[in-house]
């Protein structure tokens, strides 16, 4: 709980830093709650500067990918 940081599971960048809410897994990232956001957009895909694709956008949130992130609180 609390901000966490969401970095790519390829080169270590920092994708997001996110208001967390609850326990469990981060499937989603809800933009509403992305306080810093580094990632590139293309199209629906949401991707690394490395070109690793960490999520889609759903629109109102970001639904990840899980093998392609690592979260630190
Ligand atoms: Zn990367």
């Given at each position: 709980?609390?901000?966490?940081?969401?970095?790519?599971?390829?080169?270590?960048?920092?994708?997001?830093?996110?208001?967390?809410?609850?326990?469990?897994?981060?499937?989603r990232?809800?933009?509403?709650?992305?306080?810093?956001?580094?990632?590139?957009?293309?199209?629906?895909?949401?991707?690394?500067e490395?070109?690793?694709?960490?999520?889609?956008?759903?629109?109102?949130?970001i639904?990840?990918?899980?093998?392609?992130?690592?979260?630190?609180?």
């Open positions: 709980m609390g901000i966490i940081t969401v970095r790519c599971a390829k080169c270590g960048r920092k994708i997001f830093k996110y208001q967390k809410m609850g326990k469990g897994k981060l499937w990232c809800w933009k509403s709650r992305i306080i810093e956001d580094y990632s590139i957009h293309d199209g629906d895909e949401v991707r690394c490395c070109g690793n694709v960490i999520g889609v956008d759903k629109g109102g949130y639904r990840l990918r899980q093998s392609a992130i690592i979260i630190r609180s």
